[in-house]
């Protein structure tokens, strides 16, 4: 994906599902996910109960999002997003423990 000052005409997209037998408490697909300064995020909830996002305030500005079951919820990356790593959290309800990607769900800016 190549960034540019504009930022990525491409939406990227995130899944949310589970619980599951192998994931009790969800699953987010993919765990890392690039994105460019400006670009959209959708998180599509895959799930059978309703999803709370808590996402880093430096990336974008609606840090708080509700994604119901079979519903989607859409953020865009801030122009002034830092550059690098940056942990966010996806807790589906009466599951105990966050939803996981494998590891915390993070989502990298590449400012090249």
């Keep these: 994906m190549a960034c540019t000052s504009r930022g990525s005409s491409r939406e990227e997209k995130v899944f949310i599902y ?3 037998d192998h994931y009790p408490d969800g699953r ?18 895959f799930s059978k ?5 808590t996402l880093p305030d430096a ?24 550059e690098g790593v940056h942990r966010y959290e996806v807790q589906l309800k009466d599951c105990k423990e966050l939803a996981r990607g494998g590891s ?7 400012g090249s």
Excluded: M, S, Y
């Design 18 to 20: 589970g619980p599951t």
């Design 28 to 45: 987010v697909t993919p765990g890392n996910k690039i994105v460019c300064r400006g670009q959209v995020v959708i998180w599509r909830n």
């Design 49 to 53: 109960a309703p999803a709370t996002l």
């Design 59 to 82: 990336v974008f500005d609606n840090v708080r999002l509700a994604v119901g079951p079979g519903q989607h919820a859409v953020a865009r990356v801030r122009p002034e997003a830092p």
């Design 104 to 110: 915390d769900p993070v989502i990298i800016v590449d």
